[in-house]
Nanobody, 121 residues
Framework: QVQLVESGGGLVQAGGSLRLSCAVS????????MGWYRQAPGNQRELVAL???????NYADSVKGRFTISRDNARNTVYLQMHSLKPEDTAVYSC???????????????WGKGTLVTVSS
């Protein structure tokens, strides 16, 4: 079983900061891309930030310059540092990992259950 467990969500005032963490546990051979997605009420899930195994990153235009994604490959953990938070950043943030459980298996997508980030105005 592969599990992704997020932490670090909560309530913050506009302009504040939060740091999300997501740890991958269980039997996994390798992890490729990792990322953070978010879904606000009434909206579709959207990509927030993505990081490859080699450290290349990609961000949604709405968070560029405010959010930073990073990862610790030794700990199978991905982080999302969020600054200058806005009320429109309010959403459930979920982490994603693409990985293989063994050298002989295809890559699969794994998701965390999500952590709520609420930004008050």
């Amino acid at each position: 079983q592969v599990q992704l467990v997020e932490s670090g969500g909560g309530l913050v005032q506009a302009g504040g900061s939060l740091r999300l963490s997501c740890a991958v546990s269980g039997t996994i051979f390798s992890i490729n891309d990792m990322g953070w997605y978010r879904q606000a009420p009434g909206n579709q899930r959207e990509l927030v930030a993505l990081i490859t195994k080699g450290g290349l990153t990609n961000y949604a235009d709405s968070v560029k310059g405010r959010f930073t994604i990073s990862r610790d490959n030794a700990r199978n953990t991905v982080y999302l540092q969020m600054h200058s938070l806005k009320p429109e950043d309010t959403a459930v943030y979920s982490c994603h990992a693409a990985g293989r459980r063994s050298p002989w298996q295809s890559s699969m997508d794994y998701w965390g259950k999500g952590t709520l980030v609420t930004v008050s105005s």
